[in-house]
């Protein structure tokens, strides 16, 4: 199989887990979002030692490590994976909607937009409604992630709407390099009518389940919204857990 072109600078490492789990590093900085997790739901559980078979794809992990979650649903967050990370890390910084620290719970209810500046990235958050009628109040946040020269968008399991859209050009402008969005967001008139206005560049497919876990079908779901989808977004590509992005 040919490999692809990097899509974004070089300088970037950006690496795929299973579901909705993605690693991004520049430099001795690394970023780890909602990849400590369960196999709830017809998902998978984060494999032991996720470090480890990261490091097998890069030429030098990172020395400091921070976490991310989009929320603490538990496809995207376990917190004995979070424990264990964090006794091998202990310095790393935990940024949820329900901040977490060193095993501690502190709400936060503010729905204001974040933003952290974390030395190689800035991390902007936007609060944001899960998508689906059961799960509105559930604290969540989809995030952007900025570099000098680039800007990628982890959707998580948001409702995306012109709003959203909206904000995310007024708080970051210019061209964004990358989207992760779910196949129900890819399927929702809302959620294309989002891709349409904010043009990024490339459209990940993320948050499937190792194969041997899809038990519900997800794939074969995906594909049949693939198929459907106008054309002005035909350019959507799928990952495949457990690796490179970029």
């Given at each position: 199989?040919?490999?692809?072109?990097?899509?974004?600078?070089?300088?970037?490492?950006?690496?795929h887990?299973?579901?909705?789990g993605?690693?991004l590093?520049?430099?001795?900085?690394?970023?780890?979002?909602?990849?400590?997790?369960?196999?709830?739901?017809?998902f998978?559980?984060?494999?032991?030692?996720?470090?480890?078979?990261?490091?097998?794809?890069?030429?030098?992990?990172?020395?400091?490590?921070?976490?991310?979650?989009?929320?603490?649903?538990?496809?995207?967050?376990?917190?004995?994976?979070?424990?264990?990370?964090?006794?091998?890390?202990?310095?790393?910084?935990?940024?949820?909607?329900?901040?977490?620290?060193?095993?501690?719970?502190?709400?936060?209810?503010?729905?204001?937009?974040?933003?952290?500046?974390?030395?190689?990235?800035?991390?902007?958050?936007?609060?944001?409604?899960?998508?689906?009628?059961?799960?509105?109040?559930?604290?969540?946040?989809?995030?952007?992630?900025?570099?000098?020269?680039?800007?990628?968008?982890?959707?998580?399991?948001?409702?995306?709407?012109?709003?959203?859209?909206?904000?995310?050009?007024?708080?970051?402008?210019?061209?964004?390099?990358?989207?992760?969005?779910?196949?129900?967001?890819?399927?929702?008139?809302?959620?294309?009518?989002?891709?349409?206005?904010?043009?990024?560049?490339?459209?990940?497919?993320?948050?499937?389940?190792?194969l041997?876990?899809?038990?519900?079908?997800?794939?074969?779901?995906?594909?049949?919204?693939i198929e459907?989808?106008?054309?002005?977004?035909?350019?959507?590509?799928?990952?495949?857990?457990?690796?490179?992005?970029?």
């Amino acid at each position: 199989k040919e490999q692809s072109t990097p899509l974004i600078s070089k300088k970037m490492y950006v690496f795929h887990t299973v579901n909705a789990g993605i690693y991004l590093q520049e430099g001795d900085y690394g970023l780890l979002i909602d990849a400590l997790h369960g196999g709830e739901g017809g998902f998978s559980r984060t494999p032991n030692e996720i470090m480890k078979h990261i490091s097998r794809h890069t030429d030098s992990l990172a020395t400091k490590i921070d976490l991310a979650f989009t929320h603490l649903h538990g496809d995207h967050f376990n917190m004995e994976r979070v424990s264990d990370f964090m006794d091998k890390y202990p310095s790393a910084e935990i940024y949820a909607p329900e901040m977490w620290k060193s095993g501690i719970y502190t709400y936060e209810s503010s729905k204001r937009i974040r933003d952290a500046d974390l030395g190689r990235f800035h991390l902007i958050a936007f609060p944001t409604v899960h998508d689906g009628k059961e799960y509105t109040r559930v604290p969540h946040q989809s995030l952007m992630l900025r570099t000098s020269d680039q800007q990628q968008f982890i959707c998580g399991d948001a409702a995306l709407d012109m709003s959203l859209a909206r904000d995310i050009q007024k708080n970051c402008p210019g061209t964004i390099k990358a989207v992760f969005v779910n196949l129900f967001q890819l399927a929702s008139k809302d959620g294309q009518a989002f891709l349409k206005e904010i043009r990024p560049q490339h459209i990940f497919l993320y948050h499937l389940p190792f194969l041997k876990d899809d038990v519900y079908a997800y794939r074969k779901i995906a594909e049949g919204i693939i198929e459907k989808l106008p054309q002005e977004l035909n350019y959507i590509q799928v990952l495949e857990a457990m690796q490179p992005v970029f």
